[in-house]
């Protein structure tokens, strides 16, 4: 009886090609402009491997084979329309925490808000966070404007939170984080804003309606030629983005802001943030906090 013909079983190679996929140096610094052009950021070499790791996941998903391809996609008319914007939300780093740099906060007293809101063009407190991430600046800022106010009876505040990232926007909007992430709300706002769930087991907190009715979040690329938040904002945070940015294109983006930042309005920037310019209409108060000025200083 004949012995039974053995069949050679393929190799099932088990790793996905975009997995082993390299970055090299050209492509990497196509990618590189790509990100400065859309985002205003200059990436330096020591972003090669985060750059690597995070766009290995839109390979994937677009099938395509090598990090040179998506570079052409992106390029190309498709790629702007359908793929850009997710390009954008792999290679931003979102950062932000619940009252980071208090010190900006503690400026914003009860007293400093009312002033701020009864020197405005309507008498309505509007708070623009340029830069909001996930959203912790922007209800940081609601909860001290609704406290302030009295909850809205001694002067209506409304507060708009933009930022480039259109997935990280829909983390802000849904405003659910955890235990951990309030820990730095101080106590008399954590119950008066933050609600828990029933189930003691659940770790995470809601941001309360009356909060949510008054902040309204939209997507803005501070590298637009043109914003479009409105005008006579009475403060502007924009903080620890302009450090990705190069300084001429960091004065640029100060310059726009200033546009919609009504006189004797604040702006204020994160603590690694510097501006130095005297064609900016703006005056050091303390702290990188600015006041917008009627026209830029001689």
Partial sequence: MPAASLQRVPEVDAVPHWTRVSLDDRVFAELVRLVKENCGIALSDMKRTMLETRLRRRLMVNDIADFGAYAAFLRSDRGKREEMQFFVDAVVTNQTSFFRELNHFEHLTPAELKRLAKEGNDGTLKIWSAACSSGEEAWSLAMIADEASRGGTEFPWKILATDISIRILTAARDAIYTVEDVAAVP??????????????DDRRVKVAPELRRNVRFGQIN?????????SGMDVIFCRNVLIYFEPDVQLQVVAKLCRHLRPGGLLILGHSDTVRSKALPLRLIRGNIYERLREAPR
């Fill in 187 to 200: 106590e008399r706002l954590r119950q008066a804003y933050l609600m828990r769930s029933r189930d003691p």
């Fill in 222 to 230: 501070l590298m637009d030629a043109d914003y479009r938040p409105g």
